[in-house]
């Protein structure tokens, strides 16, 4: 990416400021607290947030947010989260799959996600689909192969942090490699989706004529007979081969595609490193062919914070990867909730609703933000306020010269810088 086009796409980038868990939970103590005093009497004697019966503690642990809400929050906001650990897990032999679409997340309607394990050698079976697939490499390494829409043929390796993308209807598969084969995460830019929906390879077979799929593959209809009657959906099958082999074999008389359709991320520098986290863009300006999906993959460090902010061109879909955070979201109204997050958490935030996300944890908080656009878009609440006449946003938030003058105006995308 030029300087210019990386310039454009920061400096409209700003933050309010970040503070650490230990402060939020601090101020939150303070709040609750207001015109009583924490050791005044009263203070002491109200039970209105007790709860005397005994709830779900393992949950409440999880979510103290919702449990006890910062005084901040207001009205009624649909849940947008949902981990994936209440999903109904698929097993086979060779793997599992899960997933969470729009019945499990009624808000989550323009995107789906399934998590997806194969152990070495475990097969996801030949099959496409009729939504664009974006993966993610959570654990080990895998294979992945398919054919380009003139029929040439596309086979590597991906490993921890790889991406690829395959559009709707070009045919794929992905098996596991050795030591322990892998673990991903998949996107699909419908909420619809479900994996269960897929053009399998087995199951169309099953479901053809026997003397067609002779015919169509000029054999004995005995030669066919031994063929699935039922999908395999993911199967154990030998761990493949060297790559170059299976590389040459699938190209054939016409050569290996010329689309590229894995990503090396962790090749591509971040588009902003701060002190508090880096950012990296994944969207169809570095990644070609993912025209419909745009990701940036965020790491926070402890006490990090995502800037207040927005995204004007489409919902976003969230998937955390490891650590644990914090996020409200600020809906019309006058609405706004507050949700606590960590590994293996989907969140969703609606297109245009301002939102944050803040490190809660002692440890690094990785997550992903998936936009269904060919690329990515965010309005900062600095960027807007540093750019307004100063004289109108003090009219606004009573705000003095001093205090608008150290709001940040550079490229800071994360903080603290």
């Known amino acids: 990416m030029s300087d210019e086009l990386e310039k454009e796409r920061w400096t409209r980038r700003g933050f309010l400021g970040a503070s650490s868990a230990a402060l939020a939970a601090g101020m939150m ?22 709860e005397p019966v005994p709830k779900n503690s393992a949950l409440d642990a999880e979510n103290v947010d919702s449990v006890n809400p910062p005084p901040t929050d207001a009205g009624g906001v649909q849940t947008f989260k949902y981990p994936f650990s209440l999903a109904h897990k698929r097993l086979h032999e060779g793997g599992w799959s899960r997933e969470v679409t729009v019945r499990e997340l009624a808000v989550s309607k323009t995107l789906a996600g399934v998590n997806m394990r194969l152990t070495a050698g475990g097969v996801r079976e030949l099959h496409w689909h009729t939504a664009a697939e974006w993966a993610y490499m959570l654990y080990g390494t895998a294979r992945i192969t398919c054919i380009d829409a003139d029929g040439k043929s596309f086979v590597t390796d991906v490993k921890e942090g790889d991406l690829w993308y395959f559009p709707p209807g070009i045919p794929h598969s992905i098996q596991g490699l050795p030591p322990d084969g892998t673990e991903f995460l998949l996107v699909f830019d419908d909420g619809n989706f479900s994996e269960y929906e897929t053009v399998l390879l087995s199951d169309w077979m099953a479901h053809t004529p026997r003397d067609v799929v002779a015919k169509n593959f000029v054999v004995p209809q005995a030669a ?25 074999r699938a190209a054939g008389a016409l050569g290996p595609s010329p689309i590229d359709f894995a990503f090396r991320t962790m090749q591509q520098p971040p588009n902003k490193r701060t002190k508090g986290g880096e950012v990296r863009i994944i969207d169809s300006s570095t990644f ?22 927005w995204h004007p061109n489409a919902d976003e879909w969230q998937f955390y990867i490891s650590g644990k955070a914090r996020m409200t979201v600020f809906a019309t109204g ?33 997550f992903l933000e998936m936009f269904k656009s060919s690329y990515y878009q965010d309005l900062a609440l600095s960027e807007w306020l540093t750019h307004t006449p100063p004289e109108l946003v003090t009219a606004h938030l009573n705000l003095d010269q001093a205090t608008l003058d150290a709001l940040p105006r550079g490229k800071a995308v994360i903080l603290p810088e």
């Open 334 to 366: 006058g609405r706004a909730r507050t949700m606590d997050f960590e590994t293996g958490d989907v969140g969703y935030v609606l297109k245009t609703l301002p939102h944050y996300i803040e490190n809660t944890g002692n440890t690094d908080l990785k």
């Open 29 to 50: 103590a303070s709040n609750n607290a207001v015109g009583q005093g924490q050791d005044s009497p009263k203070a002491k004697s109200d039970r209105s947030r007790s």
């Open 224 to 248: 066919v007979e031994v063929m699935p009657k039922k999908e395999l959906f993911i199967f154990q099958a030998e761990v493949p081969g060297p790559l170059g082999e299976d590389q040459k």
């Open 288 to 309: 070609k062919i993912a025209q419909n999906i745009a990701a940036p993959l965020v790491t926070l460090k402890p006490g990090g914070l995502r800037e207040l902010h």
